[in-house]
């Protein structure tokens, strides 16, 4: 090889690695979800199609690396510092308020974009909506601050239960707003509550048959991963044990529960993918207003209803957003 041929050789092979680094990575999203992979399907197939929607496709031009928790909330301070070591472009959290507040901890830096289900502000995750000004922003679908609402549809259905069972699990950290929303709620309308307060598949079992001990003639279920994650346990104990019930999101309703109320998920997960789209844009997340709920929908299985032998008022039935017969 000449000289000249050596050296130009040489130059170009020391370009090589300045070469690589130039080039675009993949960016890479870390999902941290509170529940099961199994659970979590609906509303990741909504980000994904928001994502999609701003020009980033899973296996394209972006990864997507999971962290599931399956309702086990103590897994996800690690998962969340997992993820922040990882240096990924962008945490996105669902599946209960604890996954945010687990990305939170985990990094002050990285961009996280969070579907909570509480006020987003009340829980310290952002101090302001319409402008966050920090490294999170997102959706929240308020759902725990619906109790009271949830609460007096089920009085409206089955007005002849003076002592409605209330189903809570203390591992949310939103328990306690519950459970003092519901007890003002009852009280206002003159109904006795009891609490049942369960954190496994045995405990809410177990639970049921403690209602009937106590003579409660209907049941709210709250709003809690927990409980979603349990949706076929739940409905198939309602009917063994007879009791009126109503559950948070309308899937409920559509498997087999009395009655539902609550926001569409799917929407604030949609709102999740369209955000991490433009953050992978480059834009800010303390720019992005936290989004708030603007669909609710009250569900009533007539189906199940007359297999309780309830015979809701055509007041309430008229006023459902979806009937299922």
């Given amino acids: 090889m000449r000289r000249r041929e050596f050296i130009a050789f040489i130059g170009n092979a020391a370009a090589w690695p300045l070469a690589a680094r130039a080039q675009p990575s993949t960016p890479v999203i870390g999902w941290l979800f509170g529940t099961s992979a199994e659970i979590g399907q609906p509303t990741l197939a909504a980000f994904r199609k928001a994502l999609g929607a701003e020009g980033y496709v899973e296996g394209q031009n972006v990864q997507i690396e999971y962290r599931w928790a399956d309702g086990h909330y103590e897994r996800l301070p690690a998962m969340a510092s997992s993820l922040a070591a990882r240096q990924v472009a962008v945490i996105v959290t669902g599946g209960g308020d604890p996954a945010a507040l687990a990305a939170k901890a985990a990094t002050s830096t990285l961009p996280i974009v969070i579907v909570t289900g509480s006020d987003p502000v009340k829980e310290g995750l952002v101090p302001n909506l319409n402008r966050p000004g920090g490294n999170i922003t997102g959706a929240s679908i308020f759902s725990y601050e619906m109790e009271s609402k949830r609460l007096g549809l089920l009085h409206e259905a089955v007005p002849a239960a003076k002592t409605i069972a209330a189903l809570l699990s203390p591992a949310n950290p939103n328990v306690d707003t519950q459970r003092h929303d519901v007890r003002e709620a009852a009280a206002a309308i003159g109904v006795e509550v009891v609490p049942f307060d369960v954190n496994s598949e045995s405990e809410i079992t177990a639970a049921f048959a403690g209602m009937v001990q106590r003579r409660a003639g209907a049941v709210l279920v709250t709003a809690d991963p927990l409980f979603n994650s349990h949706r076929a346990l739940l409905i198939s104990l309602a009917a063994q044990y007879r009791l009126p019930a109503i559950y948070e999101f309308r899937q409920f309703a559509v498997e087999g529960g009395m009655m539902s109320y609550g926001t569409v998920l799917t929407d604030a997960y949609s709102q999740a993918g369209a955000y991490t789209g433009r953050i992978l844009k480059g ?43």
């Avoid at 997340?285 to 989004?291: A, I, S």
């Avoid at 569900?299 to 297999?307: P, R």
């Fill in 283 to 325: 834009e800010k997340p303390g720019d992005l207003p936290v989004v708030l709920p603007t669909n609710f929908q009250f569900a009533i299985n007539l189906k199940t209803a007359k297999s309780l032998g309830v015979e809701l008022p055509p007041t309430l039935s008229a006023r459902a957003d979806d009937v299922i017969e």
